[in-house]
């Protein structure tokens, strides 16, 4: 079978010009691979992203190692990426010892990470959700005051495995406490993929109706469902332009079993690029670099693009 390189492009009306990709693969990736993968394979992986094109590589997490032991390297490998340039490299901070952490190696960026549900906010951080917004408070004003830019990651936003749907105006609460505390930036996580497109819609219109502007709003899906890529076309039709994906397709929540990959980022520039979105990415090293880490992980990427474009095998489950 022959396979085509780069998809036909075939531009639609009403979609934003250009996309920031928000690439999560060195950290929700493999924040949740069973084995932990050796610092200097993360430290090449994200070297290897940075030369495929992506911009934004969030890098690690400076939370407590023993809740994700996977990222427990994280002082051992942001000095490795010291010599990437012109791309940023945002961190996971979940508090103040996680800024100080962070801070400390010279962190431009970071994301604080709530949850629109009290069953994941407890799981996840030990807090209620009231608890884990006072959490962030202190961490949000320190990195304003150090110039540090601050995304507002909000999960369970369409769905939750303990409490089952999540109401519009449940996520639209929890989504303006995030950016009253001062976040530049919010995003939208549907952590178990159970997210449609016209779901989408609802939560980015009301968004929208309560006064949050589109352009501060990131979408990212994970793909349980395979609705990540329609969920995330609702989200560009809306005028959104900042999508994460993760290379390969890996990725997941340790405390949300039923969480899969994310978008897989070579699926999403697949699509982007047939519309004639620009992404700054080039597929084929994007897709080598996936290639590349599926052998070091020692399985197949869960990416269709991927595997169509490398020919290798279908994933299974083990
Ligand atoms: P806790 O047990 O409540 O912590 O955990 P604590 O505040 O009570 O502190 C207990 C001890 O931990 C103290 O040490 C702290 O210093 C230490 P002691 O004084 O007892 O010796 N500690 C730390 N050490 C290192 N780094 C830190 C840190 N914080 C406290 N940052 C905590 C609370 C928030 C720390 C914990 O729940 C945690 O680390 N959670 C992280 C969970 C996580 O990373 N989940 C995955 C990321 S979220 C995600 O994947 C979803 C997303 O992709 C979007 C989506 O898909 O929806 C973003
Ligand atoms: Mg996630």
Redesign the pocket.
Known sequence: MTHTALPMVVPAPGLPHRVRIHE?GP??GL??EQSTVPTEVKAEFIHRLAAAGLTTIEAT????????PQ?ADAERLFPLLDDIEDVALPV??????????ALALGARQI?V?G?ATEA?ARR????TVAE?LA?FEPVVARAKAERVRVRG?????FGDPWEGAVPVPQVVRVAKALLDLGCDEL??????GVATPGHVRALLTELGDQGVPTDAIAV?F?DTYGQALANTLAALEHGVSTV?ASAGGL??????QS?TG?LATEDLVWMLHGLGIETGVDLRQLTATSAWLADQLGRPSPSRTVRALTGAPETTTT
């Open positions: 999560v950290r929700d924040q949740n997490s400076f939370v407590h190692p023993k809740w994700v990222l996971l901070v979940p508090n103040d010892r996680g800024l100080d952490r994301a990470f949850s994941f996840n951080l030990n807090r884990s959490m990651y909000l999960s369970m936003c995003s939208l996580g549907d952590t178990i990212h994970h994460d990725g997941g929540c340790p405390y949300a969480a994310n």
